[in-house]
């Protein structure tokens, strides 16, 4: 075999007996469910902040909105109400890095039932509590914390169950991806901002598996919120 070819089997090898993981970004507890978010009650849809739930959508709808290219710039130094999806209030880590340049008003991410008495969407709603308290932009984001595992060759020596509990013996790839929109205001137009996933790899043993995947969570975002940021940041311009 080619060099090309045994390095393609070796990846499926190792795909096939690392565990993967995918878990939300307000829902990124220890995945034994120890550490889980019991407010926790699924994500937001994109279509809940730009497309409308009723009513025609026609032709002349489209063209009218083709025919309006100007892009939505973040307002840098104005004020954001800035969105989790899925969570209850943004994370911390968000609200530092987005404070340094925007004034921020967090608003709820959990999803809401869907209510057949409302006559406007959610959307419209939300876009008319932003006009209200003065805020002419939006910005929603999502995240997913992709987690894959290999056995370290330490993993072996199993006949030492006191220093085999302190040896790294696994491995843990992680990475974060986010995205997220900007809408603004007053005419319903939106950006998605898309930053380069952000990896980490980090070894533990079976007794700090645990804390040792909550610390990796914690850089990830970090690291993923400050590459979301500059890419507001340099848009604004």
């Known amino acids: 075999m080619t060099r090309g070819i045994w390095r393609l089997v070796g990846l499926a090898c190792l795909v096939t007996v ?3 993981s995918v878990r939300s970004i307000s829902n990124s507890g220890y995945p034994d469910g120890s550490q889980a978010n019991w407010g ?3 994500e937001l849809q994109e279509a809940d902040l730009i497309v409308p739930e009723s009513g025609p959508i026609g032709e002349q709808q489209i063209a009218g909105a083709l025919a309006d290219r100007t892009p939505v710039v973040p307002l840098r130094g104005n004020r954001l109400v800035l969105i989790q999806s899925g969570a209850m209030q943004p994370d911390s880590a968000m609200l530092d890095v987005l404070g340094r340049d925007f004034q921020l008003v967090p608003f709820s991410g959990v ?4 209510n ?6 959610y959307a419209s709603r939300l876009r008319l509590m932003a006009a209200e308290g003065g805020v002419f932009q939006i910005l929603c984001y999502w995240g997913e914390l992709e987690a894959g595992r290999e056995g370290e060759a330490g993993k072996a020596v199993s006949w030492l169950p006191i220093v085999g509990a ?3 013996d696994e491995s843990q790839h992680m ?14 137009r939106w950006r998605m901002f898309t930053p380069p996933p952000v990896d980490d790899e980090r070894l533990s043993a079976s007794l700090t598996r645990r804390s040792s995947d909550q610390l990796q969570v914690e850089r990830l975002k970090r690291e993923g919120y400050a590459s979301l940021a500059r890419s507001l940041v340099e848009a604004a311009g």
Do not use: E, F, N
């Not at 990475?175 to 319903?188: E, K, M, Q, T, Y």
């Open 18 to 20: 690392a565990g993967c």
């Open 40 to 42: 926790y009650r699924g």
């Open 111 to 114: 999803p809401q039932g869907r």
């Open 116 to 121: 057949k008495d409302h006559t406007q969407d």
């Open 166 to 168: 302190v040896v790294p």
């Open 175 to 188: 990475r974060i991806v986010l995205r997220a929109i900007l809408l603004d205001v007053g005419s319903g």
